[in-house]
């Protein structure tokens, strides 16, 4: 009974840490949306997508408002949004978005976590011809008919509508478009009373790498120790 509770308690930790992550994440992109667009969700589009996102990861509302107060406040901090390329072990490309308030110590601990993970971080430019940013947006099939959605999404930049999962490991439609078209896409689904679960800007690789899962794993502690990292927001890569 000893080792079963030592597991569940690890796993418990665990999830409380991803989730503390995700409330940190999600806390990040709301000062950056008020600071750029006012607290009012109805006239701003970014942070009407945090609130999507915060609801599909189950941030409590009072912290999704404690989080819109201190975007407002005098002494909050402005947060720089920075794009860090690099590759990991056995060649797999990997994008780092973070959102940082000092850039000196977001750059040091990047390149030491690359460094660390048997990776490299690179110049600007290195890594990002490899992916493609797109918008994806994450939809409850319930009442949906893929083929009629996909035909009535092309004219607002559609590029892939699939199934996925969702954060939850439930079913979800998923709408991919190009970045440039995301705010007409959220737009179309608003008109058509569709709220997505989640709406992301994302990195997709063009091509990917497919590895021996002993290298794999080489490749996951790194991305893992990365997204660790209180300056960074996600963390992208081409391994398949």
Not at 178 to 195: H, P, R, S, W
């Amino acid at each position: 009974m000893g080792r079963i509770f030592e597991v569940r308690k690890s796993t418990m930790f665990a999830r409380w840490d991803r989730m503390a992550k995700q409330f940190t994440r999600i806390g990040k992109e709301i000062a950056i949306a008020v600071k750029a667009g006012g607290p009012d969700p109805n006239t701003n589009p970014a942070l009407r997508r945090c609130f999507q996102n915060a609801k599909s990861v189950n941030m409590p509302k009072d912290r999704v408002e404690a989080a819109i107060k201190r975007a407002q406040g005098k002494e909050m901090e402005s947060y720089d949004e920075i794009l860090y390329e690099g590759y990991a072990p056995h060649g797999v490309a990997v994008l780092v978005e973070t959102a940082t308030d000092n850039h000196v110590r977001t750059v040091a601990n990047v390149k030491s976590h690359f460094n660390k993970g048997g990776g490299a971080l690179g110049n600007s430019g290195s890594v990002a011809f490899q992916f493609k940013k797109m918008g994806v947006f994450k939809l409850k099939p319930e009442g949906l008919n893929a083929e009629d959605l996909e035909l009535e999404l092309i004219d607002y930049g559609l590029e892939e509508l699939g199934e996925g999962t969702g954060e939850n490991g439930e079913e979800v439609l998923v709408v991919r478009c190009g970045f440039t078209d995301f705010g007409n896409m959220q737009k179309a689904l608003e008109e058509k009373n569709i709220t997505p679960i989640s709406s992301e800007l994302e990195w997709i690789p063009t091509t990917t790498v497919q590895l021996q899962e002993e290298q794999a794993q080489d490749v996951l502690k790194l991305i893992d120790k990365l997204e660790q990292d209180e300056d960074v927001q996600k963390v992208f890569h081409n391994l398949q």
